[in-house]
């Protein structure tokens, strides 16, 4: 996508290109579950225990009916895998006693779970973790809003990076360093922050220069509401996706027109 975009900016000099913000956060999300491997592994194992298994399914609620079953964590989506930690940071000690009543020659996941659950350093590694870093799912989730001004979006990825300053330790020092590399690679969400100052009137006085130079003062106004991700993109080739399967024969053109005009309708009186 950056060299489409160098491509592209000879034809179009004032075109911005900014990676998606909320697949960064999930690039770090994803150095976090390598640094914690115990607790990926109790997560990945735990999760295959009650997959299709009724009767472990019942005796896991009537040990305790209050809480859900464990979670299973879809890696490609964004954040899961911290929502996951947070579970057992909060769920540790139920699901622990479920897992003992359980006869690991049933399956090799519950031996694993067995064998992982009890680990040295487990508690005090989900307690960091949800600490620390339930703030990312925080922010993959606001970043998803639609119609967010340039100003509150960029105002949530400050608020993440500040919060990290405070990070000690082995991890801590990691994670800083990813998110650091994840976004001052992207070059394009430091023009949009220049531009975000003077939308904001934090640059009085700031020239249109260097990146902006292409740029005059009326273009500046169309990107108060610039997004810096492509959530909706996806979203809507999801979309189009489930309109054009296989076992669709006889869809005519007017008739996929219509389709197309009610769910653009139904997305906008969301």
């Not at 489409?4 to 150095?31: D, N, P, W």
């Amino acid at each position: 996508m950056k060299k489409a975009e160098r491509s592209l900016k000879v034809f179009y000099s004032k075109m911005i290109h900014v990676t998606c913000a909320a697949y960064g956060l999930h690039r770090i999300v994803e150095q976090v579950r390598d640094h914690f491997s115990t607790v990926d592994k109790v997560i990945a194992n735990c999760k295959k225990v009650f997959k299709k298994a009724p009767t472990r399914v019942e005796i896991f609620k009537i040990e305790d009916p209050g809480i859900c079953l464990p979670p299973d964590p879809i890696i490609t989506r964004w954040g899961s895998w911290i929502n996951a930690a947070i579970y057992y940071c909060e769920k540790l000690i139920t699901v622990r006693r479920v897992i003992e009543k359980l006869d690991e020659d049933d399956a090799a996941s519950i031996k694993k779970t067995k064998k992982y659950i009890i680990k040295p350093g487990l508690e005090s590694n989900l307690a960091y973790i949800k600490s620390n870093f339930t703030i990312l799912v925080e922010g993959i989730n606001k970043l998803q809003t639609k119609g967010l001004s340039l100003i509150t979006v960029l105002k949530i990825i400050e608020d993440i990076e500040e919060s990290f300053k405070s990070l000690r330790g082995e991890a801590g020092t990691i994670v800083k360093n990813k998110f650091k590399t994840v976004f001052e690679n992207n070059n394009g969400l430091s023009t949009l922050k220049r531009i975000s100052k003077i939308l904001s009137g934090e640059e009085e006085n700031g020239e249109l220069d260097g990146d902006l130079e292409e740029l005059t003062s009326n273009d500046i106004v169309f990107f108060k509401y610039s997004p810096i991700t492509s959530v909706d993109v996806e979203r809507s080739f999801s979309t189009y996706k489930s309109l054009l399967t296989d076992n669709r024969r006889n869809f005519k053109f007017e008739n996929l027109a219509k389709h197309l005009i009610i769910q653009y309708n139904s997305d906008n009186f969301e």
